[in-house]
């Protein structure tokens, strides 16, 4: 399509190689993308651009993200999703709260990233006159913290408005178990997630005894639930299956930089090693984030999951843990099996 009618997304991340990733990706996707890469310049910047979406991150120099989107929000509707770290999602109802439609958690896919852009851009561009009608049927007071069908207030508890509330705020996007269980408990520590089922059961029987006409809370088989009015579609694409922990899947259009991906992630790893015998660890937490995010975006799946654990668990560890988890990522990408895929995550045989 002409360069002039493609959507624009505004990423505002700090960690370069992530960002040209995700540029990669979302220009690949159709759409044009200007990057800034401290928080401080998103609202000048986004008043000039009128962006479509906002790939925000939440650790900014200069500004973090949710502050970013509390200023947007003063004179802005655009979507923006919100790329936060495991750790970071104990802000994710402040940033629901600051007017954050959606977010990602770090590591994830680009094809995850790349969906979700899209799904807040077709929201923002047709989902207007769908929003009067979940109005007409349910009201979100968060001051008073209650619910309204029909004008009759539903009898929650604190778990079930805080589900609720935030799903029938963010109609049509898709909510996991863990997410949801995030924002049920302040601590969900021990909680497990089908916990999160029994309350979705209930809160769908209160729903049905005043709107039984209405299926509004939608499951979506592996993966979660979707608040919805409307026909009962599945619109969510079936995940590609999960591979062994020692398989890359690598989508092919990342192949020509594949190389020296590996060889700067080798490099890294050094640098964390050095780190671990600093005091303070900022620096090893600092790496170990920053590999997570691109370690994901490439298809490393288990050294992602590695570095998201040196990340969060790392200050408790003894030296000699940390070093083992470095070792661990050496051996990960000396013996793992590179498997190109194609933008649905299905194999190229000979792609090789």
Known sequence: MPASSRPLVLVVEDEAPIAELIHHHLDAAGFDVQHLSRGDAAEAAVRAMAPAVVVLDVMLPGLN????????????????????SKAAEADRLAGFDAGVDDYVCKPFSAAELVARVKALWRRGTHHEASRADDGSLVQVDTLRQRIRC??????????????????????????????????????????????????VKNIRKKLAALLPEHNLIRSVYGQGYRFEIGPETSREPTPAPGMPGRVARVPVDLKPWLPGFLSSRLEALDEMEAAIAANPRDDLFRIAHRLAGSFALYGFTEAARTCHRLEHEGPQSPSEELRRRVDDLRKQLRDVEVRFVDDLGRELPGAG
């Open 65 to 84: 993200g949710v502050d970013v989107c509390r200023r947007l929000r003063g004179f802005s509707s655009a979507p923006v999703l919100m790329v936060t």
């Open 150 to 199: 029909r004008g009759e207030e539903l009898d929650l508890t604190p778990q079930e408005y805080r589900l609720l509330s935030v799903m029938a705020q963010h109609p049509g996007r898709l909510f996991s178990r863990s997410q949801l269980l995030d924002l049920a408990y302040d601590d969900a520590a021990g909680v497990f997630d089908r916990a999160v089922d029994s309350h």
